[in-house]
Nanobody, 123 residues
Framework: VQLQASGGGLVQAGGSLRLSCAASRRTFSNNGVGWFRQPPGKEREFVAAISWRGGTTYYAESVKGRFTISRDNAKNAVYLQMNSLKPDDTAVYYC?????????????????WGQGTQVTVSS
């Protein structure tokens, strides 16, 4: 079971990035998927989640209206479009597959994790 997050980088405040999470078919089969982030010196926190069919999404208040989570099950991929980035968005971003098919915000409900991709937003 493998998850691969990519698309991070260095961007100026106000800019955009699109993160991708690719997985083996088995990993994403019938699973909700979430994005989490871990800012420097802080604990990992929830960012966004999407249900297996894509019909339900949740966002952290801090990213609502700026980030959009989506998925393409035919490609076994989940995306996080990040717009209007702020320095506070600087973190390592992780994608994870949930135990079930629902979109969930609780970190303990995720049992497969990718290796993370660094996002740095300069002021």
């Amino acid at each position: 079971v493998q998850l691969q997050a990519s698309g991070g980088g260095l961007v100026q405040a106000g800019g955009s990035l699109r993160l991708s999470c690719a997985a083996s078919r088995r990993t994403f089969s019938n699973n909700g998927v979430g994005w989490f982030r871990q800012p420097p010196g802080k604990e990992r926190e929830f960012v966004a989640a999407i249900s297996w069919r894509g019909g339900t999404t949740y966002y952290a208040e801090s990213v609502k209206g700026r980030f959009t989570i989506s998925r393409d099950n035919a490609k076994n991929a989940v995306y996080l479009q990040m717009n209007s980035l702020k320095p506070d968005d600087t973190a390592v971003y992780y994608c994870a597959a949930a135990r079930g098919s629902a979109a969930v915000v609780v970190i303990s409900e995720y049992n497969y994790w990718g290796q993370g991709t660094q996002v740095t937003v300069s002021s």
